[in-house]
């Protein structure tokens, strides 16, 4: 196991603020969380993203809170250096801020992250900013959203347009300002995430945003 300093929220505001790149990879078992953590990967995502790599689903629309858990729990079991976050699964945080924050309890007591990830812009800022506020360390996720593919209609670029950009630029304005330490950018012109990039103090991770973002994302399965 790697004997390099724990990487922890602040390290990664660090890395952006020296202007290091910051490697993220998916990981959905233990054996996979150890080959990250013995390669030096910074950030290891739990995500959703294992129903369709690891589960055979279509979506990650099908994956529950209790899948969530335990695939947390064996990645933790794996990997001691990397930051360990873990998405929270479809509706399992939509409802009401008090549902999230039960949710989130739950992957990191009981699945062992470190922090979580959630999906959305500036409809999900009150709820960003009770988790914050109760100790709970959130990234968010801009862009394509696979937990609202059939709302997007299917699984397309996002912010093409100049409408959606400035939506997109101020919903990561607006995260930011509720406590995220980071976020993801998926499926968005690499111009536009340069730009978002720029203009925010917390990092961002891209997947499918071109080069400029403060660091990328692999889905390992990918």
């Not at 990561?172 to 978002?196: K, N, R, T, Y």
């Amino acid at each position: 196991m790697s004997q390099s300093p724990k990487i922890r929220t602040l390290s990664l505001l660090r890395m952006k603020q020296e202007q290091k790149k910051i490697v993220v990879m998916t990981a959905y078992d233990a054996i996979t969380a150890h080959w990250a953590d013995e390669a030096g990967i910074d950030v290891i995502l739990v995500g959703d993203s294992l129903g369709n790599t690891a589960l055979g689903f279509d979506s990650t629309i099908p994956v529950t809170l209790e899948m969530m858990v335990h695939h947390c729990a064996a990645v933790a079991r794996g990997a001691k250096r990397p930051l360990l976050v873990g998405d929270l699964p479809f509706m399992t945080y939509k409802q009401s801020a008090e549902q999230a924050m039960a949710s989130a309890a739950r992957l990191m007591q009981e699945g062992s992250v470190e922090a979580v990830k959630l999906e959305g812009g500036r409809e999900i800022v009150p709820t960003v900013r009770r988790l914050v506020e109760a100790g709970v360390p959130v990234m968010g996720h801009l862009g394509l959203l696979p937990q609202s593919v059939h709302q997007l209609g299917g699984y397309r670029r996002q912010g093409t347009d100049s409408e959606s950009a400035l939506r997109l630029k101020e919903d990561a304005l607006a995260l930011q300002e509720a406590g995220v330490f980071g976020i993801v950018l998926e499926m968005v012109p690499d111009v536009l995430a340069g730009e978002v990039s720029r203009s925010l103090e917390v990092p961002t991770i891209g997947i499918g945003a071109g080069p400029y973002c403060d660091g990328q994302v692999l889905v390992l399965s990918d």
